[in-house]
């Protein structure tokens, strides 16, 4: 594997880390009726890497009201899980990054070893380009980079312009920035810096 963090599951848990601080912030906050929320987690199988992966991979954190006759869900935002995608969300970024960036036989080569399909290759680009612009976690970023970011060319483009020493530092810090769109039940603004991480 020619990106060494990604088979080191200190890196993965770090990510889980980060997911359990902003859950934590969801859970503190509560149900909005008032109702205290309970862990519901939904099971997961991500693909690609996984023996780098430990049990906590095997669920995305998710909350339930407690209070009877609102049992409404709380998905906090996540830097490893996208809806009900199975690949985790730092092998979306990095492979769609390298597009733009490293050379093509490093890409093919992770391509390869992930065992990424052409369609979902495919279906990946399309988010960035067609969905991910449209979002409001990417109007929010406009107006924190100047000049602004090149939105034809996301991921690479943001990933370029962040702080971090090594690819994978600036990996975190763009999950985090951009982990606002993985959850469609919370809207809780994460409050980690990723600059500051
Ligand atoms: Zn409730």
Same mark, same amino acid.
């Given at each position: 594997m020619c990106h060494a963090f990604l088979t080191d599951s200190n890196f993965y848990q770090l990510l889980f880390q980060i997911d359990q601080s902003i859950a934590e912030e969801v859970r503190e906050r509560g149900?909005?009726? +008032?109702g205290v929320l309970h862990a519901a987690p939904y099971p997961r199988k991500p /693909?690609?890497? &996984?023996?780098? #992966?430990?049990?906590?991979?095997q669920s995305r954190l998710s909350f339930c009201c407690s209070q009877d006759g609102c049992r409404r869900r709380s998905t906090p935002a996540s %830097? &490893?899980? /996208? +809806? &009900?995608?199975?690949? #985790?969300g730092v092998i979306v970024v990095l492979i769609t990054a390298l597009q733009h960036g490293l050379t093509e036989p490093r890409r093919r080569r992770l391509i390869e070893e992930l065992d990424v399909a052409p369609q979902t290759l495919w279906r990946w680009r399309r988010w960035w380009r067609e969905r991910f612009v449209a979002t409001r976690c990417r109007r929010a970023l406009a107006g924190q980079f100047i000049p602004p970011i090149l939105t034809a060319c996301l991921p690479a483009s943001l990933l370029e312009r #962040? =702080?971090?020493?090594g690819l994978a530092e600036r990996l975190v810090q763009l999950l985090v920035l951009i982990?606002?769109? =993985? $959850?469609? $039940?919370s809207s809780l &603004? %994460?409050?980690?810096?990723p600059q500051k991480m």
């Amino acid at each position: 594997m020619c990106h060494a963090f990604l088979t080191d599951s200190n890196f993965y848990q770090l990510l889980f880390q980060i997911d359990q601080s902003i859950a934590e912030e969801v859970r503190e906050r509560g149900g909005g009726c +008032g109702g205290v929320l309970h862990a519901a987690p939904y099971p997961r199988k991500p /693909r690609g890497i &996984r023996s780098a #992966l430990d049990e906590s991979y095997q669920s995305r954190l998710s909350f339930c009201c407690s209070q009877d006759g609102c049992r409404r869900r709380s998905t906090p935002a996540s %830097v &490893r899980f /996208r +809806g &009900r995608k199975v690949y #985790l969300g730092v092998i979306v970024v990095l492979i769609t990054a390298l597009q733009h960036g490293l050379t093509e036989p490093r890409r093919r080569r992770l391509i390869e070893e992930l065992d990424v399909a052409p369609q979902t290759l495919w279906r990946w680009r399309r988010w960035w380009r067609e969905r991910f612009v449209a979002t409001r976690c990417r109007r929010a970023l406009a107006g924190q980079f100047i000049p602004p970011i090149l939105t034809a060319c996301l991921p690479a483009s943001l990933l370029e312009r #962040l =702080t971090g020493e090594g690819l994978a530092e600036r990996l975190v810090q763009l999950l985090v920035l951009i982990c606002p769109v =993985t $959850t469609s $039940t919370s809207s809780l &603004r %994460v409050s980690l810096n990723p600059q500051k991480m």
